[in-house]
T-cell receptor, first 111, second 113 residues
Framework: GENVEQHPSTLSVQEGDSAVIKCTYS??????FPWYKQELGKRPQLIID?????GEKKDQRIAVTLNKTAKHFSLHITETQPEDSAVYFC??????????FGTGTRLKVLA | GAGVSQSPSNKVTEKGKDVELRCDPI?????LYWYRQSLGQGLEFLIY????????KSGLPSDRFSAERTGGSVSTLTIQRTQQEDSAVYLC???????????FGPGTRLTVL
């Protein structure tokens, strides 16, 4: 069935360092890949997304890369700050359809 | 404008009771989704409504779970004869139906004693 694997499950980095989270999807028909940030007790918030016709997208300190052939995509956060600490979820979908979520990565940025 | 809202924010119930969870999507959004998030876990798809089409119920874990969407707007998720394993945060999301992005509500934290 459809599946999204996400690694690592936890990640600790020093403030100012970079963080990378990787996801692999199984459904080759997936064409939309959002990333959500969820702070404790809060709703998931979209931070960046990428569609299958693009290989990379950047928004300030956040970037996402997509390798359709290998069916994996990654989130890159540069110059991490304490407020980046949260749980990050990747997802894959076929456009306006259900998301298949990864299991989440708990990022801790150490001051 | 107003985002997705859900009520109640917290619900504590006894095993065997029925519960109803409500979701108000963003005005004009035709697509509505329900997900379940167990403690420390990812988000599990439950059900999807798109306009007037038949809902995709493929994620509902058992026949104790059902959902309705009235008038293409508000949705209610009903869990009958609740069990302790139903304890989780139930999240609703909506999208315009024209774009892929889903916007999430704050969730309802359900605790079954």
């Amino acid at each position: 069935g459809e599946n999204v694997e996400q690694h690592p499950s936890t990640l600790s980095v020093q403030e100012g360092d970079s963080a990378v989270i990787k996801c692999t999807y199984s459904d080759s028909a997936s064409n939309y890949f959002p990333w959500y940030k969820q702070e404790l007790g809060k709703r998931p918030q979209l931070i960046i997304d990428i569609r299958s016709n693009v290989g990379e997208k950047k928004d300030q300190r956040i970037a996402v890369t997509l390798n359709k052939t290998a069916k994996h995509f990654s989130l890159h956060i540069t110059e991490t700050q304490p407020e980046d600490s949260a749980v990050y979820f990747c997802a894959a979908s076929r456009g306006t359809y259900k998301y298949i979520f990864g299991t989440g990565t708990r990022l801790k940025v150490l001051a | 404008g107003a985002g997705v809202s859900q009520s109640p924010s917290n619900k504590v119930t006894e095993k065997g009771k029925d519960v109803e969870l409500r979701c108000d999507p963003i005005s004009g959004h035709t697509a509505l989704y329900w997900y379940r998030q167990s403690l420390g876990q990812g988000l599990e798809f439950l059900i999807y409504f798109q306009g007037n089409s038949a809902p995709d119920k493929s994620g509902l874990p058992s026949d104790r779970f059902s959902a309705e969407r009235t008038g293409g707007s508000v949705s209610t998720l009903t869990i009958q004869r609740t069990q302790q394993e139903d304890s989780a945060v139930y999240l609703c999301a909506s999208s315009s139906g024209m774009t892929d992005t889903q916007y999430f509500g704050p969730g309802t934290r359900l605790t079954v004693l």
